[in-house]
């Protein structure tokens, strides 16, 4: 029996919900999985790159670290098996390491099409905590499950807690892709392990005012909450750049604001539909100065999760 999972890319953070808010993209993965007839033969990971680019797929582990391999394992374990004979295929065309969710689509196709294989012994619940486990933090994996845009709490007791929120299809995504990667692990270690209490209270505000901008359409209180002090300062050293494109957009006509994508490197603009292309140039040319090319993605949100094909 062979099970194929479609799971759709996803942008973390959005600004001011750092470890909690996402929204899925439409981009995916397709994460196939076999149960290998020949014993013996263990377990074989495919990663096939369907987007023709240069990304690294190569130090992708294939054998048992393969996180995806981790994620069916934990929850073989929870129903008390180990997996013996695997074949899991990926067909990429989320960029990987670009702060796109290629992480936590491919940890959720994985275990999606696991649950299907052995006759859904797992809910939606139980697969959420066991993808939580393996990302270690829950704002990639909520989107990826069920689409649209979220917020997420991973909760003391393991469990997930979210909640899908209300977009305005007025509100228009420019996803900035940088021609290098950046590891999630690099990204998250230049975080200050503790953060002064008026960033935290910065942080609040915001992400109050994010979810009453979402319900009640409120573009100009979505201006005042796209904004952070818990992540995005640290990692502008990361993202060389950075600083100069959000400076930049400020007060371009259009724009409501800009923030890094989960980890970054990626940049996300979030415009009223006017003044795309004066967007893409204030952020070429700001990359370009560092010798950084980007590639553009406009895109709606997505608004389903992952799918068995
Ligand atoms: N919330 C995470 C971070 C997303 O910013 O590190 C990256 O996977």
């Known amino acids: 029996m062979k099970v194929s999972v479609k799971t759709p890319a996803t942008i973390a953070n959005l600004g001011p919900g750092f470890d909690s808010f996402g929204l899925a993209?439409?981009?995916?993965?397709?994460?196939?999985?076999?149960?290998?007839?020949?014993?013996?033969?263990?377990?074989?990971?495919?990663?096939?790159n369907e987007k023709n680019n240069d990304d690294n797929i190569i130090?992708?582990?294939?054998?048992?670290?393969?996180?995806?391999?981790?994620?069916?394992?934990?929850?073989?374990?929870?129903?008390?098996?180990?997996?013996?004979?695997?074949?899991?295929?990926?067909?990429?065309?989320?960029?990987?390491?670009?702060?796109?969710?290629?992480?936590?689509?491919?940890?959720?196709?994985?275990l999606i099409a696991a649950n299907e294989l052995l006759g859904r012994p797992a809910d939606e619940k139980i697969l959420m905590s066991i993808a939580t486990e393996i990302e270690g933090h829950p704002d990639n994996i909520a989107p990826a499950f069920v689409g649209g845009v979220?917020?997420?709490?991973w909760e003391e007791d393991g469990s997930i807690v979210y909640r899908k929120l209300p977009w305005d299809d007025g509100w228009?995504?420019?996803?900035?892709?940088?021609?290098?990667?950046?590891?999630?692990?690099?990204s998250r270690s230049v975080l200050p392990k503790?953060?002064?209490?008026?960033?935290?209270?910065?942080?609040?505000?915001?992400?109050?005012?994010?979810?009453?901008?979402?319900y009640n359409k409120d573009e100009e209180l979505l201006k005042l909450a796209l904004k952070?002090?818990?992540?995005?300062?640290?990692?502008?050293?990361?993202?060389?750049?950075?600083?100069?494109?959000?400076?930049?957009?400020?007060h371009t006509n259009g724009?409501?604001?800009?923030?890094?994508?989960?980890?970054?490197?990626?940049?996300?603009?979030?415009?009223?539909?006017?003044?795309?292309?004066?967007?893409?140039?204030?952020?070429?040319?700001?990359?370009?100065?560092?010798?950084?090319?980007s590639n553009f993605l406009n895109l709606p949100i997505e608004k389903e999760g992952a799918c068995i094909l």
């Open 194 to 214: 503790e953060v002064p209490m008026s960033s935290a209270v910065y942080n609040l505000k915001r992400s109050a005012m994010f979810v009453d901008a979402l």
């Open 59 to 110: 130090d992708i582990p294939t054998d048992k670290n393969n996180i995806i391999y981790k994620a069916i394992e934990l929850l073989y374990n929870f129903i008390g098996q180990v997996p013996n004979e695997l074949k899991i295929t990926v067909r990429t065309q989320i960029p990987v390491s670009r702060g796109l969710g290629s992480s936590a689509s491919v940890i959720v196709g994985g």
């Open 255 to 293: 724009v409501i604001g800009t923030v890094l994508c989960g980890a970054g490197p990626s940049v996300l603009v979030i415009y009223n539909g006017i003044g795309a292309s004066e967007i893409k140039e204030i952020v070429a040319s700001s990359w370009n100065y560092f010798n950084v090319k």
């Open 25 to 48: 993209l439409p981009l995916y993965n397709i994460i196939s999985l076999e149960e290998t007839v020949l014993p013996g033969s263990g377990i074989e990971v495919n990663i096939i």
């Open 172 to 186: 228009k995504l420019m996803v900035c892709v940088p021609d290098y990667e950046l590891n999630t692990e690099i």
């Open 150 to 153: 979220t917020m997420s709490s």
């Open 228 to 250: 952070d002090k818990l992540h995005q300062p640290y990692r502008e050293k990361l993202v060389p750049g950075l600083a100069d494109i959000m400076n930049n957009l400020k």
